[in-house]
């Protein structure tokens, strides 16, 4: 047997077998009676968009990119940090050896900002900050618990400072990083993303930068902290520019594949 919607509304749905019987029945009704596939696969779109028990595909779109999104962020960073002790050179700059990894978090930051705006992006710096202090306590407990070889406590010694630290930058730079992004969009109503994003990561930036190398590499001013600095700082807001059209690339994406809600007719 084959089901048919005529009309719905919000709380009742109005369908026809193929035999002609007429019947309506709520959303959740339709799903609990297990009816589902005897309609076509648009009138069932259409019913689990009406149910109050089922995520709407829109919904399940969003939580697909929210989830992606933070994971890769997370990723980045911790990818990214335990590599920042060892130093390379750049460009005739001396750089932390995660230098090409840890700008990608910017794209993540920026792109979280102007798709689902200013509170995912503040949830995604404070979970991200949460899972550092984790990572630094059973990093330390590890460390701390067992009888482990020089070679082990070489990579792995210096990994509960660097995520706390770390956590410290994210809470002070990348929030800061979210609020300037809010401001400029709500402010400037006709600011571009590109300006936004270069605005926002330079600021942001400049406390992460400062914090990081004085907190893990000396808290002493001296003329080689603060050349480390102007350099690290200098190329990320370069590596950053470059990157924005990776940000351009994501919210294109997520926009133009995002469902259109059904209009609800009565």
Request: proline letters at 3%; charged letters at 15%.
């Amino acid at each position: 047997m084959k089901l048919k919607i005529i009309k719905h509304t919000a709380d009742s749905i109005l369908y026809e077998s193929d035999k002609g019987v007429r019947l309506h029945a709520p959303a959740d009704d339709l799903l609990k009676k297990n009816v589902l596939l005897m309609f076509d696969s648009k009138d069932r779109a259409l019913i689990r968009e009406l149910s109050n028990g089922y995520i709407s595909q829109k919904d399940e779109y969003d939580f697909f990119w929210i989830g992606g999104l933070f994971a890769f962020y997370l990723v980045f960073l911790l990818l990214a940090i335990p590599m920042s002790p060892n130093t390379v050179h750049l460009f005739h700059t001396a750089q932390p050896a995660g230098i090409l990894i840890f700008p990608l978090t910017f794209i993540i930051l920026d792109s979280v900002n102007e798709i689902f705006q200013y509170r995912y992006a503040r949830q995604l710096t404070c979970m991200a900050a949460v899972v550092m202090v984790i990572a630094s306590a059973l990093v330390y407990l590890t460390l701390n618990v067992f009888t482990l070889s020089d070679a082990y406590l070489t990579v792995f010694g210096k990994l509960p400072k660097l995520y706390l630290i770390n956590a410290l930058c994210l809470l002070l730079a990348d929030q800061t990083n979210n609020l300037i992004f809010r401001s400029l969009r709500y402010r400037l109503a006709r600011c571009p993303l590109w300006l936004r994003c270069i605005v926002s990561t330079s600021c942001g930036q400049i406390t992460y930068t400062i914090v990081w190398i004085s907190l893990f590499f000396g808290t002493s001013v001296s003329t080689g902290l603060i050349t480390r600095i102007i350099d690290n700082y200098g190329f990320k807001i370069v590596y950053a520019a470059c990157l924005i059209p990776v940000t351009y690339a994501i919210v294109a994406v997520y926009r133009s594949r995002k469902p259109e809600l059904r209009e609800v007719t009565s």
